[in-house]
């Protein structure tokens, strides 16, 4: 069976799987709707005089300590409560926060060694939390519905429970005040993240603050010189507005979803890294690791060292969303769609001394074309550097697609009379689209008429094909979103593994996602 497919091979097999009353809805057949330009968002400008950048040091969100441990699990707790932080120089922001922080602390695992996170909920709001990127059992995947409900003695809600228009209250695994989430971490060391998952109103609460790294650390990775300590460093990049009086500024509705101007997905005009605006890093002149996550809600990056080093290729990709790569992969710039993870090395030594060099976003305008400054050390001698990138990282055992024993088809659309759909259909729990055999190698065939980042829970995945030809440069590695673009096709393969239930196929534009583009499918 080949696993690659022709563009007139691909158009057919879309309006197929969308069928002709959801291609008619729209007035126009299904080509022409995957030819439309398409913009990821709309701009929501803030209200409040912003700071200019450069002005603040980049935070590190500080590494949260096992409140237990045992011969094979570490036992975590986190609070989710709202608190008043300073992002901006003279107004508090309300932040919805884990554990009092923006981002959350960060979780580190190893691999092998079971975690175990209890999360209670103080926040007004019910809440789910998703590992993204975890190998995870499905009743700790954090599907939409299995709720925590506000404990007792919460601030009151003015927020109806999740749903989805047009449907009946669905009923999940409802936990009152807290719930434990047990991950085994059988997989790779890699930069995995967690956040807010409830149905229908994802978007404004991982807008309001929550979302944290969780890293994963094994003995292959640690056998390798990298930077490490002090030079391994996550940025969380995340574009935010902001109110007059300081507050996150986002046009929800009472309901899930937003404002019928931004259901194309909602940009602010504030780039925060690691929640500060536009910060700087002062860094020696050696070799840093650099773990970028995309956190935004529909932004989309171009991210470049500006200036370049002499000779280009300043950005060294090391890792993907599931973990090291084969090889590296050289880049002057990266594209980075939301939920997406890069870990890139980059090597100050090859700056002069002083150097302020930016971190800019190419697709941006205006405040969101700068991300970042590092400001290389004035010290004329390069710094004692130990690490090195070796031209062999690791063994990536991506499944052949050519012994899949099925392919499916999704067509991601939006009908202008229902809404953001797979396959024809908008999310309701327990409707099923695929049903895989664990065990079973698949080849998933994702078709869009908008830009959509498709994330897959459960199991990581390998690009096979963009467009009926090549991965695309920044498909490299295991994966477990894909950036497409209007008109695009990519076809992926997956091994699925371990744990039978319910999991989630989606695209991870917040507001997208909250707008029903989700699908369940069935392991077993």
């Known amino acids: 069976m080949s696993a690659r497919v022709s563009r007139r091979r691909l158009l057919g097999l879309g309006a197929a799987a969308l069928g002709a009353g959801a291609v008619a809805a729209a007035g126009r057949p299904l080509a022409d709707l995957l030819l439309q330009p398409g913009q990821p968002g709309r701009l929501l400008p803030s209200q409040t005089p912003l700071p200019g950048p450069y002005q603040v040091p980049l935070p590190i969100p500080p590494v949260l300590r096992p409140v237990r441990t045992d011969a094979v699990t570490d036992h975590y707790e986190l609070t989710q409560r709202v608190v008043q932080l300073h992002i901006l120089p003279d107004l508090p922001t309300s932040v919805w926060s884990y554990g009092g922080s923006f981002p959350g602390p960060t979780i580190v695992s190893r691999t092998g060694r079971r975690t175990v996170v209890r999360y209670r909920n103080e926040l007004p709001q019910p809440v789910v939390v998703h590992l993204h990127g975890g190998h995870t059992p499905a009743d700790s995947d954090g599907y939409p519905i299995d709720l925590i409900l506000p404990a007792a003695g919460s601030p009151p809600s003015d927020d109806p429970m999740p749903g989805m228009p047009g449907m009946a209250q669905p009923h999940g695994d409802v936990a009152r005040g807290e719930r434990a989430y047990m991950y085994p971490m059988n997989q790779r060391a890699a930069t995995l993240w967690y956040h807010d998952h409830r149905m229908g109103f994802t978007g404004p609460g991982v807008w309001r603050g929550l979302a944290g790294f969780h890293l994963v650390h094994d003995d292959e990775e640690d056998a390798l010189p990298l930077p490490r300590g002090e030079r391994d460093i996550p940025l969380m990049i995340v574009d935010r507005s902001f109110a007059a009086d300081g507050s996150f500024r986002y046009p929800s509705l009472h309901a899930p979803g937003v404002t019928e101007p931004y259901r194309d997905g909602v940009l602010g005009d504030v780039i925060l890294v690691n929640g500060a605006p536009w910060p700087t890093l002062n860094t020696k002149r050696a070799r840093y690791r650099l773990r970028l996550l995309n956190a935004s809600?529909?932004?989309?990056?171009?991210?470049?060292?500006?200036?370049?080093?002499?000779?280009?290729?300043?950005?060294?990709?090391?890792?993907?969303?599931?973990?090291?790569?084969?090889?590296?992969?050289?880049?002057?710039?990266?594209?980075?769609?939301?939920?997406?993870?890069?870990?890139?090395?980059?090597?100050?030594?090859?700056?002069?001394?002083?150097?302020?060099?930016?971190?800019?976003?190419?697709?941006?305008?205006?405040?969101?074309?700068?991300?970042?400054?590092?400001?290389?050390?004035?010290?004329?001698?390069?710094?004692?550097?130990?690490?090195?990138?070796?031209?062999?990282?690791?063994?990536?055992?991506?499944?052949?697609?050519?012994?899949?024993?099925?392919?499916?088809?999704?067509?991601?659309?939006?009908?202008?009379?229902?809404?953001?759909?797979?396959?024809?259909?908008?999310?309701?729990?327990?409707?099923?689209?695929?049903?895989?055999?664990?065990?079973?190698?698949?080849?998933?065939?994702?078709?869009?008429?908008?830009?959509?980042?498709?994330?897959?829970?459960?199991?990581?995945?390998?690009?096979?094909?963009?467009?009926?030809?090549?991965?695309?440069?920044?498909?490299?590695?295991?994966?477990?979103?894909?950036?497409?673009?209007?008109?695009?096709?990519?076809?992926?393969?997956?091994?699925?593994?371990?744990?039978?239930?319910?999991?989630?196929?989606?695209?991870?534009?917040?507001?997208?996602?909250?707008?029903?583009?989700?699908?369940?499918?069935?392991?077993?």
């Open 297 to 524: 809600n529909a932004r989309r990056y171009r991210l470049a060292l500006d200036p370049p080093p002499a000779g280009g290729s300043g950005l060294v990709q090391i890792g993907s969303d599931g973990g090291l790569l084969t090889r590296p992969v050289y880049h002057d710039e990266l594209e980075i769609a939301p939920a997406e993870r890069f870990d890139v090395v980059v090597d100050f030594a090859r700056y002069r001394p002083g150097t302020r060099v930016r971190l800019v976003n190419r697709l941006g305008s205006g405040t969101t074309t700068e991300v970042m400054r590092f400001d290389v050390s004035p010290a004329t001698r390069t710094a004692p550097d130990d690490s090195g990138v070796p031209d062999r990282l690791s063994t990536v055992d991506r499944p052949d697609p050519h012994q899949a024993t099925t392919t499916r088809t999704f067509v991601f659309h939006r009908d202008r009379q229902t809404g953001w759909t797979i396959n024809g259909s908008l999310y309701r729990p327990g409707r099923v689209l695929a049903r895989p055999r664990l065990g079973a190698v698949e080849v998933w065939r994702f078709i869009t008429d908008f830009h959509h980042p498709i994330h897959l829970h459960l199991n990581h995945f390998g690009v096979v094909s963009r467009n009926s030809s090549s991965p695309g440069r920044y498909d490299s590695g295991w994966k477990d979103t894909v950036d497409l673009r209007p008109a695009e096709a990519v076809e992926v393969v997956t091994r699925f593994t371990d744990y039978p239930g319910t999991f989630l196929l989606h695209c991870h534009n917040l507001e997208h996602e909250d707008m029903a583009m989700m699908a369940d499918f069935v392991t077993g």
